[in-house]
């Protein structure tokens, strides 16, 4: 199959492992294509949508037969921004995976597969991210094996909606101990969002790593 991976910031986390992803389909036997920008979209039979931002109309959709997208939360409930960071922040420990088929309204398509990411609770970020995207790959790679067995089904039951996490949502309160923080932060970017707090009249930022030992 001609089988194309949308990521449409070069620079996304995800990156490194969409490269893996393509390596394994190439393995199988599949033509792919890497690209990140929509107007790049060749035209095949599978397009996954991963790590995007940004909306992709209908007529760069209609260049494939299934344009397939992952969401880390049970549709149609989780809808919207950062779902992984928002349910872990709220302790979360088993966190569902939808794969569904992308159209014009977002994440309202008809899943495929669902799944689940089981976490200890000590992973932070980068962790979270990594465990998160071999799971996307894993439910890729088996849509691709079993395609012409899956049958699409509607997305059913009460949505709801993640809005879109902002710098105020890094903020820590100087009131709270670290344990009851900890999950807020497992979710922090060291690099990009650092957590931080203010006291006596400044502001603070704070990183966390885990220790090599």
Known sequence: MRITLLTDNPDSWYVPYGQVLCDRLRQAGHEVTYVFRKEELPRGDICFLLS???????????????????????????????????????????????????????????????????????????????????????MCLEFVERLDQLVPIPQSGAETFFRRRTRDDDELSVEKTIAEQFNHFRIADNERHPLFFRFRGRKYYLKIYPAED
């Open 52 to 138: 995007c931002s940004r909306i992709v109309g209908k007529p760069h959709l209609e260049r494939h037969r299934h344009n397939i997208v992952v969401h880390a939360s049970d549709l149609p409930r989780g809808k919207g921004f950062a779902p992984l960071q928002w349910q872990i922040l709220a302790g979360a420990d088993e966190i569902p995976v939808t794969l569904f088929e992308a159209v014009d309204e977002v994440d309202a398509g008809p899943y495929y597969l669902k799944s689940v990411i089981r976490f200890d609770g000590t992973e932070l970020y980068n962790e979270l991210r990594a465990k998160l995207a071999e799971k996307i790959n894993a």
